[in-house]
């Protein structure tokens, strides 16, 4: 049975969230946005911490302000670094652009050309570069106001690899030379331990894996389950005593296909973008924490009463935490992101989620 928390008694976010990924009820749906490939920046809040993009990339008073003005300012309740995905691709050899105001980093290129030649592939050094930053930026965020969770997030290894070699180059060695292709996602996420490990000893309290490329679209339900499954769950096993709060992951796509090796997924939630039915999800997805949906494209696109509506509509329909479907976009008006936690703030009591058989 789960446990019930009066109305009447205040959750910080830190106890909402944590009580919702244990399952738990608690007074109302909790309000995010992780960070990492979910990015919550919006121009708005680096205009009010004067902590604008590209520089908060790599500074990490500039990266912890900014993640702290958005909950300051009425946003998401939560904090949550870094801002985009090249954090690991870039310590590992990826050259990375580093965007623009408007314009997340992106890889430029790749540093091998073939899945046999990870071993020129750099570690991941949480000392230096901007591996560094966001754990610096980690431990700013934690002397800022202790009731607010910090989420730690990861790029997927599936999609990190497709960040150091050439997606379709990849992708062919899955079929062509599979023995190559484990070597490379092992020394992934042997890395991808190592940095998730640091941000969550820095204090972060929770932790969020993003993997967009490997959805079920892209490698149906026979490779996800031999090559994206045992390396989610492999990071999940690892970081699951420091991940105190719980673990997410994301997956980009539609989910169809593979709801049966979604339920093999370790981890507490599992979050999905807005292409997918969240009835659904709820109907063939037991024992997660369902996360999500709200449509990035309305939130940048539409205005308060349509993001209240398909808040309401994501809540009726199964959703224990509401959060956008991805990464918002840089341009979304701050005024919808306020419109999706008052959403949540006006939510009923949820009910614990069914998380038998985790």
């Known amino acids: 049975m789960p446990t019930l928390i009066p109305t009447k008694e205040r959750l910080t976010p830190k106890d909402r969230l944590t009580l919702a ?69 870039e310590s590992m050899g990826a050259p990375v652009s580093m965007g623009s105001r408007t314009h997340e980093p992106r890889v430029t290129d790749y540093p091998i050309d073939a899945v046999s030649r990870w071993i020129e592939l750099r570690d991941i050094d949480v000392t230096t570069g901007r591996a560094k930053v966001v754990i610096e930026a980690i431990r700013h965020l934690g002397k800022k106001n202790p009731e607010v969770p910090i989420i730690a997030n990861l790029t997927g290894p599936i999609s990190l690899a497709t960040s150091l070699i050439e997606p379709v180059l990849f992708f062919k060695a899955l079929h062509k030379k599979p023995e190559e292709a484990h070597e490379l996602l092992e020394h992934v996420t042997k890395n991808l331990i190592a940095f998730g490990k640091a941000q969550l000893e820095a204090g972060a309290q929770l932790l969020t894996i993003s993997d967009p490329s490997g959805t079920g679209e892209i490698l149906g339900p026979r490779m996800f389950a031999r090559f994206a499954l045992p390396y989610l769950n492999a990071i999940v096993r690892e970081l699951n005593d420091f991940a105190k709060a719980g673990t997410i992951i994301h997956i980009c796509g539609r989910l169809k296909g593979i709801y049966q090796e979604l339920n093999l997924l370790g981890c507490d939630a599992l979050s999905f973008d807005a292409i997918t039915d969240v009835r659904q999800v709820a ?22 009463e349509k993001i209240t509506a398909l808040c309401k509509s994501c809540l009726a329909h199964g959703v224990d935490i509401l959060s956008p479907a991805c990464g918002i976009g840089p341009r979304t008006p701050f005024e919808n992101i306020q419109a999706m936690v008052n959403a949540a703030k006006k939510g009923e009591k949820k009910e614990g989620a069914n998380k038998e058989g985790t």
């Open 283 to 304: 109907e063939h997805v037991t024992g997660k924490v369902l996360m999500g949906n709200v449509s990035t494209f309305a939130l940048e696109n539409s205005g308060p």
């Open 21 to 89: 990924l244990q399952g738990k009820t608690v007074d109302r749906p909790p309000c995010i946005c992780p960070g990492g490939m979910m990015n919550m920046i919006v121009e708005s809040v680096m205009d009010r911490t004067k902590s604008p993009w590209p520089e908060a990339h790599s500074d990490s008073r500039l990266m912890a302000d900014l993640a702290a003005g958005m909950y300051e300012g009425g946003g998401f309740e939560n904090y949550g670094v870094p801002f985009c995905m090249t954090v690991e691709a």
